[in-house]
């Protein structure tokens, strides 16, 4: 009987920690105090977007982005003009981080993790982290 119990509750918490989905970020997002945004939009094989600020009444593009579904797989990619020589970089989501989506790129020099943390439906966490977990964090309200 104790088996038994053990093996429900297992299967109740297993169940309970549904993977977040990247299907939460489309929206437009603004960083807490400034005016800076990213903006994501779905399209048939999954998310497209782009960071951008406002400085003196003109949006000024920072960086590219996607997410996209592939071989079973999610990957996040960035594109930073004046980075890595314009190379876009992959992340890949770790599945096994259920509660946030955490997207990875061991090999990159930094970042190698970029996390999106739910803390409501209108707001997450966003850390931005180097192999040695340091970085910086911020937050995003959806507008």
């Known amino acids: 009987m104790k088996l038994f119990t053990l093996l429900i509750l297992f299967v109740s918490i ?19 105090g400034k005016e800076k945004y990213e903006v994501w939009e ?6 497209t977007g782009s960071s951008y600020g406002i ?4 949006k000024r593009t920072t960086e590219t ?9 999610v990957i996040y990619r ?10 876009t970089i992959p992340f890949t989501l770790n599945a096994d981080k259920a509660e946030i989506l955490s997207f990875e790129n ?8 970029i996390i999106y943390e739910p803390v409501s439906d209108s707001r997450v966490l966003v850390k931005v982290l180097g192999g040695d977990g340091k970085g910086f964090s911020y937050y995003m309200d959806k507008q």
Do not use: M, R
């Open 14 to 32: 297993t169940a309970c920690q549904a993977q977040v989905s990247y299907k939460i970020l489309e929206g437009t997002w603004k960083i807490e």
């Open 42 to 47: 779905s399209d048939n094989s999954g998310l």
């Open 55 to 58: 400085k003196d009444g003109a």
């Open 65 to 73: 982005l996607e997410i996209k579904e592939e071989e079973g797989k």
């Open 78 to 87: 960035a594109t930073v003009p004046n980075q890595n020589n314009g190379a």
């Open 106 to 113: 061991p090999e990159h020099d930094f970042p190698t993790q």
